[in-house]
């Protein structure tokens, strides 16, 4: 594999950028694979990843029905923090920050990881409290919170309104500084491009159709270019994982929703970090371009349509006025949509399923881009070896049936309410 | 924004009514023993289908009723509604 660094960038400069290697191969699938991974975005180009790197397993698939870091990896809002309150989601996405921190360097690609804090706005003294708890329990697991007070919330963010007459004046904030935001894009290609160095199949346009079982294992997956057999298969299809259940009978603690985004035009560096307001959902961070990227609730009802409705976009934008008014001189540049696959306690499932062979990744919500390394990692783990890492022990399946819940925002089973 | 005939007030914008969830989950029987599997397919389990869907609305904004909706997930397209006595097959 050709390496990037400035060297190669001036040496093919001079044939016109004409000669630069593919980044991955478009293979035709192979008849039997040790691991067939569904659907190539972050999550299933990273398990591929790590199967190839850590556990040295290199016939591996990687199948999508779109291309590559069509779907979620490509339309989110590229947040990265680990800002939880219990200690399972904590462990996990803490072990991710690490991953985050070298991944441009381990990748030979820059995925841009940009760690400029994330400021979580309390807009009462309850609010402060229960961010005083979070932080405190963040640096009980070793990581970085920062309880801000009105006045270092004003001095980060002085544009925000601080005014007498605001309906939610800000109080303070709960602030994670090694947070931050990367290139989803780039997180998606990186993965690819090493994975398929190191021998893994990346085949785009296929689609899965059905999957064999026989004596409740795992025998491979019928798909649109037809049967590939595996000894395991790996589930990584975020907001399709209800479609997949239904093809193996399984039922699953998900429902499928939508959440849209949207960014304005670009302007002048304004905002450096991510901020989300705390008295309605919205969130925003500034991207490199300039443009403001902001998100928040969920369309509100099940959906797989992948574009959104304008109702939702207007109140979550209501809640970005009432923060940062000047964003009202701002034009929308696009919106988009994205969907969802809403856990019943709104953390993820990474698990072996009844089905001996089929692994199981799911549920992570509007959360997912974060955790794509570290759910690359803790999934080929699982994969690799049949059993969990003690990172995703809690990540089970069946923890709705035995009570232990991560319910991190006390939503309980209604994910459409925000 | 959908268009919602609400049983009771006729057709309506989206924003008078608030979402209440698939309407085919079945609360168990009362006063009987209820397994371990009921409990989790009433409070945690969903079929969510790509595709037709029924499913619960609340007309907040409005008649306060709640009534069921048979819509597709996939185009939004609203087939049928109905008040809660009524089935939709």
Known sequence: ?418 | MLHINCPFCGLRAQKEFAYGGDATVKRPELNKEVSKEEWDNFVYMRKSPRGKHIELWHHISGCRQWFKVQRDTATHEIFKTAKMSEEIV
């Open chain 1, 1 to 418: 594999m050709q390496k990037y660094s400035v060297f190669s960038l001036i040496k093919n400069a001079f044939s016109d950028h004409q000669n630069w290697e593919v980044a991955w191969k478009d293979p035709t699938p192979k008849s039997e694979y040790d691991v067939v991974i569904i659907g190539g975005g972050g999550h299933g180009l990273a398990t591929a990843y790590y199967l190839a790197k850590e556990h040295n397993i290199t016939n591996v698939a990687v199948i999508e029905k779109g291309w590559i870091g069509g779907g979620n990896v490509g339309r989110n809002t590229t947040i990265i923090r680990s800002n939880f309150l219990y200690d399972a989601n904590a462990r996990f996405n803490e072990f991710g920050m690490d991953l985050w921190r070298n991944l441009s360097q381990e990748l030979n690609f820059n995925v841009m990881f940009s760690p400029r804090g994330i400021i979580n706005l309390a807009h009462s003294d309850a609010q402060m409290n229960a961010y005083a708890r979070r932080g405190n329990s963040m640096r009980l697991n070793g990581i970085d919170a920062k309880l801000l007070n009105r006045d270092e919330v004003k001095k980060l963010i002085p544009m925000a309104d601080f005014s007498d007459e605001v309906r939610f004046p800000i109080f303070g904030g709960l602030m994670q500084p090694s947070a931050g935001t990367a290139r989803h894009d780039g997180v998606a290609w990186g993965y690819a491009r090493q994975a398929d160095s190191m021998g893994v199949d990346i085949i785009q346009h296929c689609e899965v159709e059905g999957f064999d079982v026989e004596g409740g294992k795992i025998k491979g997956v019928r798909t649109s270019k037809g049967v590939i057999k595996a000894k395991k298969v790996g589930l990584c299809v975020a907001g399709s994982t209800n479609i997949l259940a239904e093809k193996l009978n399984m039922t699953l603690p998900i429902e499928t929703h939508l959440l849209q985004a949207c960014v304005s035009e670009p302007v002048k560096p304004v905002l450096d970090g991510v901020v989300t307001f705390g008295a309605g959902h919205f969130y925003i961070s500034q991207s490199d371009k300039g443009e403001m990227v902001m998100g928040g609730d969920l369309d509100g009802y099940n959906s797989y349509a992948q574009r959104g409705n304008l109702p939702t976009i207007q109140h979550v934008l209501t809640g970005g006025l009432a923060l940062f008014p000047f964003l009202s001189r701002l034009k929308m540049l696009r919106t988009w949509g994205g969907i969802m696959d809403m856990s019943m306690d709104g953390s993820p499932i990474i698990d072996k399923t009844h089905i001996e062979g089929l692994y199981l990744n799911c549920g992570w919500c509007y959360g997912g881009f974060k955790s794509t390394p570290v759910s690359g990692w803790t999934f080929a783990h699982t994969i690799a070896q049949d059993r969990l890492h003690e990172l995703n022990a809690d990540l089970t399946l069946n923890r709705f049936s035995n009570g232990y819940l991560l319910d991190e925002k006390g939503l309980g089973t209604k994910t459409w309410i925000s």
